[in-house]
């Protein structure tokens, strides 16, 4: 796409010759000019060393035309030759045509009414700069398209002139600095008084008053001084109050308000602005945002509109979720530190390889041969599955402002999906599965059933020895695993717990062996004298747990409903268990 035509004007220089029928004009210098784009007022210079013509070689020439009209070859009134630098201006030569209907035109030029020449061109190549705060952007490749024969320089805050092809835009005219009007001594007199504070220099200001900006324009270059030198000193301060500048950040710190009045906590610095606010004033500001007005709107049209043509229900739903996430973490059993987790990105059955170890090195032969070796494998089958309820939220709720209310339902769902969460894992580990052998996880052939009784130092050092014998799916290599957690029911809990207890013995035979070294796990679920002994995780991973990757945790959405008078709110958890290896586990069935 061929840059923009622009236009700056000169006045005409010497005589009217009268046998050429030419004069000479300088058509550009590199006086800055006051521009304006998208990203504000800038001051443009033409390098008179860098322009070109669209054609090249002695002799070229470009149109001279008349007021820039190019949409009739009537309006080409001679031809524009002899570019040079002289003063470090860009002068041409115009040559008239002799043709009848020029002939008053020349007239004019003759007596000095028409003496402006405005020439077109386009710009290639800007070189962007800064001085004194001032942004400038100087043409250093620019093409000179036409000149043409003006009256007087056209407005430059002119932007588009019609009769053009393609909508070309006009961009500004440079011109002498004009006599000054009322309206010119206004900019004047309000850029000099304004200049100790956003530092306009006296070249500024001319240029102000030169390329004919109104006030208003002027005002808007000074505001924007001074928000410039603001965010170039540092500054320490704490927001409290709401931006109103991004609705995303309006919407978030709007739920992040509801969800401290539904669960409670102390509140950041910058929420304290809408802990006040009733549900409704929060619609009606989410309404605003979304550009749709609320006067003389009912309640039950502010709760319709709200829940459906805004963001308020990003902000409830936002809300909601971290109050159910807070109370399924604060109900998650203590077993799933046991377990390793995952995620799957899929519903499908999902089987976890696990390989054995590489055993030992073999001797080489006298040859240096070395001996291939197999690794034993094992996998075990997981699969999620999706459990979920709804709540609805009445109108009158919404209307009523009670947000208690709707959080404490809220938090019964995060409760609720944790204890289904515990239930699967409690039975996971309790339920004593078959394994991909065939096999139940706990079974004598494997060793990992003590002797039945309760929590002693000879059941636990029976449990110890066990566990460090373990080998590897080779049946030779030594995984050693260490005993970390002692799981048990709240049958045996006070009997753990004075078995663990540090005592400072006085004799060898006093000393507490497991103090310290075991982590007691209490859960409610196992209601017999059963108890487990599990290693580290972390090394000998027994049990694995997973959930879908996209929606880890409990989700919260909202949902259409049509068959109540309110919102509907659906909870779903999607989540897995099982079984990888029963080598990290020992089982008792404790006391009769």
């Known amino acids: 796409m061929a840059p923009d035509l622009q236009f700056r004007a000169a006045e005409a220089r010497g005589s009217f010759d009268e046998a050429a029928f030419t004069i000479d004009a300088i058509v550009a210098t590199a006086t800055p000019v006051m521009r304006r784009d998208a990203a504000g007022p800038y001051a443009e210079v033409l390098d008179p060393t860098a322009f070109r013509l669209p054609s090249l070689g002695k002799g070229a020439d470009v149109p001279l035309i008349d007021e820039h009209q190019r949409g009739s070859t009537r309006h080409v009134i001679g031809r524009a030759f002899d570019f040079r630098i002289e003063d470090g201006n860009v002068v041409a030569t115009q040559r008239f045509s002799q043709a009848d209907d020029v002939a008053p035109i020349i007239a004019r030029v003759k007596d000095g009414t028409l003496k402006h020449f405005s020439v077109g061109y386009r710009v290639a190549r800007w070189q962007d700069s800064n001085e004194g705060g001032r942004r400038i952007r100087t043409a250093v490749d620019w093409q000179i398209s036409e000149v043409s024969l003006v009256g007087q320089p056209a407005d430059p805050n002119a932007r588009r002139i019609r009769n053009m092809p393609n909508d070309i835009e006009q961009t500004g005219i440079e011109t002498p600095m004009p006599p000054e009007n009322a309206d010119a001594a206004r900019v004047r007199a309000f850029a000099e008084h304004t200049a100790s504070q956003v530092g306009f220099t006296d070249d500024e200001v001319d240029d102000f008053v030169r390329s004919g900006l109104g006030i208003d324009a002027v005002r808007d270059i000074a505001q924007m001084r001074v928000r410039e030198r603001a965010a170039a000193q540092p500054r320490i301060r704490t927001q409290v109050g709401a931006s109103n500048d991004d609705p995303a950040i309006v919407t978030r710190r709007m739920g992040d308000a509801m969800a401290v009045r539904m ?14 606010d ?10 605003e945002m979304a550009g749709v007005s609320t006067r003389g709107l009912s309640h039950d049209d502010i709760v319709m509109r709200a829940m459906t043509s805004s963001d308020f ?17 604060a109900s998650e059993s203590v077993l799933k530190v046991l377990f390793k987790s995952s995620n799957l990105p899929n519903f499908k059955p999902s089987q976890s390889i696990r390989l054995g170890g590489m055993g030992r090195f073999e001797p080489l032969t006298e040859s240096g041969e070395f001996r291939h070796t197999s690794r034993a494998e094992n996998g075990e089958t997981m699969k999620l599955g999706t459990y979920g309820q709804a709540i609805s939220a009445s109108r009158q709720l919404m209307i009523d402002d009670d947000l208690g209310l709707l959080g404490d339902m809220t938090a019964a769902l995060g409760t609720a999906a944790a204890q ?4 699967l894992i409690v039975a996971t580990v309790t339920g004593n599965p078959k394994l991909s052998d065939n096999k139940a996880v706990f079974h004598a052939t494997r060793g990992n059933i003590g002797t039945a009784g309760a929590p002693s130092l000879t059941t636990l050092d029976e449990a110890r020895k ?9 049946q030779k290599t030594l995984i050693n695993v260490q005993p970390k957690y002692l799981v048990v029911g709240p049958e045996l809990e006070t009997e753990a717990e004075q078995l663990l207890a540090a005592i400072y013995a006085s004799t060898t035979a006093d000393v507490n062996p497991f103090s310290g070294r075991l982590t ?9 004298k059963s108890w487990y002994v599990f ?7 027994a049990l694995q747990f997973a959930y879908l990757s996209s929606a880890p945790g409990v ?18 958890l999607d989540f897995g268990c099982g079984w990888l290896d029963w080598r990290g586990a020992q089982f008792n069935a404790g006391e009769a």
């Open 555 to 572: 989700q919260i959405q909202r949902t259409e409903a049509w068959d109540v008078l309110g919102t509907k709110w659906r909870a779903w």
């Open 520 to 528: 007691l796990l209490v859960e409610p679920r196992i209601t017999d």
């Open 535 to 541: 290693g580290d995780p972390a090394r000998t991973p």
């Open 278 to 287: 009733p549900v409704m004033d929060l619609m009606k500001r989410s309404l």
């Open 420 to 423: 289904t969460e515990n239930d």
């Open 313 to 329: 229900p990003i902000a409830l739903g936002n809300a909601m979720g971290k109050v159910a996430a807070d109370a399924y973490l």
């Open 263 to 276: 669960g409670g906590g102390e509140p950041a610095p910058e929420l304290r602005a809408y802990l006040a």
């Open 466 to 474: 066990a566990m460090r014998g373990r080998t590897d799916l080779d």
